[in-house]
């Protein structure tokens, strides 16, 4: 089946939303060419990768078909940059760090 064929019968049942139907084509099917433009993390990632404001979900898509057919890909590389961004180094419990 194709991907928006996918999300249509899947978001007919009571609790399945868009976004769920496409994390399923992402990471359970292996769906190339998918890009959840509702989800807060990819449009963050784009936000910071691109040093923009957060974009609406249509400007998301409409940039992203340059990703085209691997969006899922670039998805991928875009929650990675919230992640970059957002890590913390925290020194280890039990270092042996010397103190003063």
């Known amino acids: 089946m194709e991907d928006e ?28 060419d998918v890009l959840p ?3 807060y993390g990819v449009r963050k ?3 910071i990768t691109y040093d ?12 992203g078909t340059r990703w085209k057919p691997y969006r899922s890909v670039a998805s991928w590389y875009l929650w990675r940059a919230v992640e970059r961004a957002t890590k913390r180094t925290v020194m280890p419990v039990g270092s042996t760090e010397e103190k003063p």
Do not use: N, Q, S
């Open 5 to 32: 064929a996918i999300i249509e019968r899947l978001t007919k049942i009571r609790g399945i939303g868009r976004w769920t139907a496409e994390m399923l084509l992402i990471f359970h099917l292996g769906r190339p």
């Open 37 to 39: 433009v509702d989800d």
């Open 52 to 63: 923009r404001e957060l974009p609406a979900p249509k400007e998301l898509a409409d940039f």
């Open 45 to 47: 990632g784009f936000a």
